[in-house]
């Protein structure tokens, strides 16, 4: 398994500003993930962070909403920017750690609010 | 496409009362299956998994087996606990892309003392 770590945990944001989401994860691992949980509904994922290049968005994301950063094998960060109260959710960062087949693990979640 | 459907809750038991929370999935090829559970206030956590046709994921009293032929991995626990409360999620990863999990609606349990 692995111990994923994010920053921070719940936020309020004042709308058409930009928040930063850390992902800091316990090991190296390859593959990192964003995914969005909006209020009382399913996880849906947002983009693959890539170490080393850009990150790989799904349809309906896009880098200019949702930028990442993803500098190193154990860190990753998603910005939510000129947020409206539609992003008003909880954001996840996930990990497939090597050795674990396709096993995917989340963290505790960012829960942002935005009024 | 890739698609999972899981029973509508809330699902309201009493406590030591048998548990069942359907999931039907659709998928091409051989997709691995999961089960994750968000309790109150916290992020997502792996409850289960299986890979393989008649496999069986079991934790924490719950168990669920992948059944091919009717495309299901029903969630199930012999005796709820009012711990068990928790929103339950299905989820599938097919063979060619194991990096994305399609996740059901999830399913609300809510088990009273």
């Known amino acids: 398994s692995a111990v994923i770590s994010q920053k921070p945990s719940r936020d309020i944001c004042q709308r058409g500003t930009s928040l930063t989401i850390q992902c800091q994860v316990d090991s190296q691992v390859t593959m990192m993930f964003w995914y969005r949980q909006q209020p009382g509904q399913s996880l849906t994922l947002i983009a693959t962070a890539n170490q080393g290049s850009e990150a790989t968005y799904e349809s309906g994301f896009v880098i200019d909403k949702f930028p990442i950063s993803r500098p190193n094998l154990t860190f990753s960060t998603l910005t939510v920017s000129n947020m409206s109260p539609e992003d008003s959710s909880i954001y996840l960062c996930?990990?497939?750690?090597?050795?674990?087949?396709?096993?995917?693990?989340f963290g505790e979640g960012s829960w942002l609010t935005v009024v | 496409g890739d698609s999972v459907t899981q029973m509508e809750g809330p699902v309201t038991l009493s406590e030591e009362a048998f548990l069942t929370i359907n999931c039907t999935y659709t998928?091409?090829?051989?997709?691995?299956l999961f089960w994750y559970v968000q309790y109150p206030g916290e992020g997502l956590q792996l409850l289960l998994k299986a890979t393989k046709a008649d496999d069986k994921g079991s934790n924490k009293g719950f168990e669920a087996t992948y059944r091919k032929e009717t495309t299901s991995f029903h969630l199930e626990k012999g005796s709820v606990q009012v711990s068990d409360s928790a929103v339950y999620f299905c989820?599938?990863?097919?063979?060619?892309?194991?990096?994305?999990?399609?996740f059901g609606t999830g399913t609300r349990l809510q088990v009273f003392p």
């Open positions: 998928a091409t090829g051989y997709p691995s």
């Open positions: 989820a599938l990863s097919d063979s060619y892309n194991t990096d994305k999990l399609i």
């Open positions: 996930s990990v497939r750690p090597t050795g674990t087949g396709n096993t995917i693990y």
